[in-house]
């Protein structure tokens, strides 16, 4: 039986590292966290928020995907909207799922993000 969700993994193009680490630390407020040495050869960067984790591992032939994409559950999402803005990401609100406030953007490679809040 699943009891939980591990981590997600997304991709990345080789030499990304830096500008993931910026967006998932500075922008995104998650940790980064030490991979294997056995896995740190292989490139890519894994963060932290909590009990959520994300790992992104490089793909020489990396493109992202068109909707595929992590969900995050966030607190204060105006705040948050505001935040990726202000970092430059785009923030495209959709009020299609009922009980929820959200918005997708990307990280600075083109993956698909989702972020929502429950509302009441």
Same mark, same amino acid.
């Given at each position: 039986?699943?009891?939980?969700?591990?981590?997600?993994?997304?991709? #990345?193009? &080789? *030499?990304?590292?830096?500008?993931?680490?910026?967006? +998932?630390?500075?922008? /995104?407020?998650?940790?980064?966290? @030490?991979?294997?040495?056995?896995?740190?050869?292989?490139?890519?960067?894994?963060?932290?928020?909590?009990?959520?984790?994300?790992?992104?591992?490089?793909?020489?032939?990396?493109?992202?995907?068109?909707? #595929?994409? &992590? *969900?995050?559950?966030?607190?204060?999402?105006?705040? +948050?909207?505001?935040? /990726?803005?202000?970092?430059?990401? @785009?923030?495209?609100?959709?009020?299609?799922?009922?009980?929820?406030?959200?918005?997708?953007?990307?990280?600075?490679?083109?993956?698909?993000?989702?972020?929502?809040?429950?509302?009441?």
């Amino acid at each position: 039986m699943i009891s939980a969700v591990d981590h997600v993994l997304l991709t #990345a193009p &080789p *030499g990304s590292e830096g500008q993931l680490r910026s967006y +998932y630390v500075g922008v /995104l407020g998650m940790a980064e966290i @030490p991979k294997p040495q056995a896995l740190a050869v292989r490139g890519g960067c894994w963060f932290r928020s909590g009990e959520v984790q994300l790992h992104l591992g490089i793909e020489t032939d990396f493109r992202p995907y068109g909707k #595929a994409h &992590p *969900g995050f559950r966030v607190r204060d999402i105006e705040a +948050y909207a505001d935040r /990726l803005a202000a970092y430059g990401a @785009p923030v495209t609100w959709d009020d299609a799922l009922p009980g929820h406030r959200r918005f997708y953007s990307e990280d600075p490679v083109g993956n698909r993000l989702e972020f929502l809040e429950p509302t009441g």
